[in-house]
């Protein structure tokens, strides 16, 4: 299942995640907005308990503590993570989504619809309510549309891996492109230049003067059995006095072939 998670990104959500500045304005945005939410509950909503009644106002209280902390120490981490330290385009990718997968089931998700029960029960009853409804319902439009594509995009994925034409080795239509559109293998006729074997060499031919060749392939000109370089005069010995020098030697290189 790692193929899911260590992919390239679908190119509709590229532009999301293609610069370092998207986590840093994410990091941001739900700053203001937790601030806005604790503002919320703390200036009008734990006043007005009568009317709002008390399960809306708990699990409103609730949700800005669950969500603060989701951002503060899970999604804020990732996003960092993804700002700061990833190295490759899949690394802040990867991070960057883990953390919008978890503000949106901990925070928007519960916050927006708790938000729109207060409005559908009481209506627009306070201007900064209003304000931080219109505002939970634009963030939460976001991340869950984010949230969406990513799953739409990883559960294709993995149907292509497992019932598609990728079944065994999943690939995308490109690589499907190259792979049927390659040219056929060579045919053996045009293997003819490759050099036969050691033991398929023949020795020179005299009338022709070339190598004797079998199976119309090519064979390398044959290598004398001994290179003999010129003499290499050697100097005395420096340890002895006199005397002529020792003679020249001949260094003789054996070769693998006999003629």
């Given at each position: 299942?790692?193929?899911l998670?260590?992919d390239?990104?679908?190119n509709?959500l590229?532009f ?6 998207t986590?840093?304005m ?13 503002g919320?509950?703390s200036?009008?909503l ?7 009644g008390n399960?809306i106002?708990?699990a ?5 503590i669950?969500g603060?902390?989701a951002?503060?120490f899970v ?13 490759t385009?899949d690394?802040r990718?990867?991070?960057l989504?883990?953390?919008i997968?978890v503000i949106?089931?901990?925070r ?6 708790i938000?729109y ?8 009853l306070n201007?900064y309510?209003s304000?931080v ?9 976001l ?5 969406w594509?990513s799953?739409v995009?990883r559960?294709?994925?993995w149907m ?7 079944a065994?080795g ?18 053996e006729?045009?293997?003819n230049?490759?050099?036969s ?8 031919s ?5 190598p004797?060749q079998k199976?119309d392939?090519f ?6 059995k001994?290179l003999?370089y010129p ?8 340890t002895?006095?006199?005397g ?5 030697k001949t260094i003789?290189?054996d070769?693998?072939?006999?003629i």
């Open positions: 299942m790692s193929y998670f260590h390239a990104w679908p509709e590229g999301v995640s293609d610069s370092r500045v986590p840093a994410l990091l941001g945005m739900y700053f203001a907005m937790s601030a806005f939410t604790i919320n509950y200036g009008y734990r006043f007005r308990i009568d009317t709002y399960e106002v708990n409103y209280l609730a949700f800005v669950i603060t902390g951002y503060v999604a804020g981490v990732f996003w960092m993570w993804a700002a700061k330290y990833a190295a385009k690394e990718q990867m991070r989504s883990h953390g997968w949106c089931l901990f928007d998700l519960p916050l927006f619809w938000s029960s207060s409005i559908l029960c009481c209506g627009w201007g309510h304000f409804f219109i505002l939970q319902l634009i963030v939460f439009l991340s869950f549309i984010f949230t594509l799953v995009w559960a294709a994925r292509e891996y497992t019932f598609g034409e990728g065994g999943l690939k995308t239509g490109a690589e499907r492109i190259v792979i049927f559109n390659a040219p056929p293998p060579m045919a006729e045009s293997l230049f490759l050099p074997p050691v033991d398929e060499f023949q020795p020179i005299p009338e022709r003067g070339s004797r199976h392939r064979v390398p000109p044959v290598v004398p001994h003999v003499p290499l005069p050697l100097a005395a010995s420096p002895r006095s006199s002529p020098a020792s003679p020249a003789i290189v070769q693998a072939r006999i």
